[in-house]
């Protein structure tokens, strides 16, 4: 599956998508440069690949969307398994049927209704509370996946991630840390610059 989207998943990355297929809701908390996205894009694509399916993504603005989640798609799918992106209701439909919806999450209100099997929330240290994430859960009604998947850069010990997701979680709930080293691809100046200027999981 690896080869399809050229993709090799460092040891971090790896043990991320392991977590998301042994269990329902898996965070990947990760400093700058360590891939996070890019490992949140792949795992979307390689369920819609491998299910019929009806998945979901989510970044905290439209800016973010658009910058950042919608490239990173298009760059990754490979041409013959895009069937065409629908811009107007921001969906990309593959050639299987599998249907990704990309949705921004500064109103929660906007995301409820439509069932889905799987969903992915980038950035989540940006959401002010979980509402987003309790609507985007709330949404996995026993579809052929049920899975949700959080990326994130750490968002420290009192924010909501950290309380529901780290602190309470159950035997259904993944946790998976990444510090910028753990990287192996990422250039050697980058990551000494980061170290100027961040401290903890970023270096």
Known sequence: ???????????????????????????????????????????????????????????????MLQDIIIPMLYDI??????????????????????IITLRSGDDPNRLR???????????????????????????LRGGVLDKLWITTTPAGLHHWLYKRLVEARDANTAFVSASTKDNPYIPHDFY???KTQYTGIYA
């Open 113 to 139: 209704g439509a069932n889905r099997d799987w969903a992915w929330l980038d950035e989540a240290r940006n959401y002010k509370d979980d509402e987003v994430y309790k609507v985007v859960l709330a949404s």
């Open 1 to 63: 599956m690896n080869d399809v989207f050229h993709y090799k998943p460092h040891y971090k990355q790896h043990a991320f998508h392991h977590a998301v297929e042994t269990h329902k809701v898996t965070l990947f908390n990760a400093g700058r440069g360590t891939g996070k996205t890019m490992a949140g894009v792949t795992q979307s694509l390689i369920f819609a690949y491998r299910h019929i399916s009806k998945g979901l993504i989510v970044a905290p603005t439209y800016d």
């Open 192 to 194: 000494e610059f980061l």
């Open 77 to 98: 799918v490979p041409n013959e398994m895009a069937r065409g992106y629908r811009k107007q209701s921001k969906k990309l439909e593959l050639s299987n049927g599998s």
